[in-house]
């Protein structure tokens, strides 16, 4: 069974640091691109980063980049999306999913990951 478990997310005051991790079972971590998304309430899902899983080659929201950087460990079967600079537009529910073919070149959108983790909230509050 296909499963992606999230975990790290919490309460940061503005500028602080989060590390989320993505923990995947039932395939094989090397096989897949994996992404990040977060959903705000009321706001539309976004995606925030993809990274490949071959070359390792990473994808950036611009909304995103130069604070955050995903990872992957396929040996420990995790993804990892370290979160620097927080701002107070960035709460929201992260979510990791799998990608069914590569990152893609364009935006991020869900209709690419077909399958999901349950979430974990990221709060910026001081």
């Known amino acids: 069974q296909v499963q992606l478990v999230e975990s790290g997310g919490g309460l940061v005051q503005p500028g602080g640091s989060l590390r989320l991790s993505c923990a995947v079972s039932g395939f094989t971590l090397d096989y897949y691109a994996i992404g990040w998304f977060r959903q705000a309430p009321g706001k539309e899902r976004e995606g925030v980063s993809c990274?490949?899983?071959?070359?390792?080659?990473?994808v950036y929201a611009d909304s995103v980049k130069g604070r955050f950087t995903i990872s992957r460990d396929n040996t420990k079967n995790t993804v990892f999306l370290k979160m620097n600079s927080l701002k107070p537009e960035d709460p929201a529910v992260y979510y990791c999913?799998?990608?069914?073919?590569?990152?893609?070149?364009?935006?991020?959108?869900?209709?690419?990951?077909?399958?999901w983790g349950q979430g974990t909230q990221v709060t910026v509050s001081s």
């Open positions: 990274i490949n899983r071959r070359d390792g080659n990473t």
């Open positions: 999913a799998r990608a069914t073919t590569a990152c893609p070149l364009g935006p991020l959108l869900g209709g690419d990951f077909g399958s």
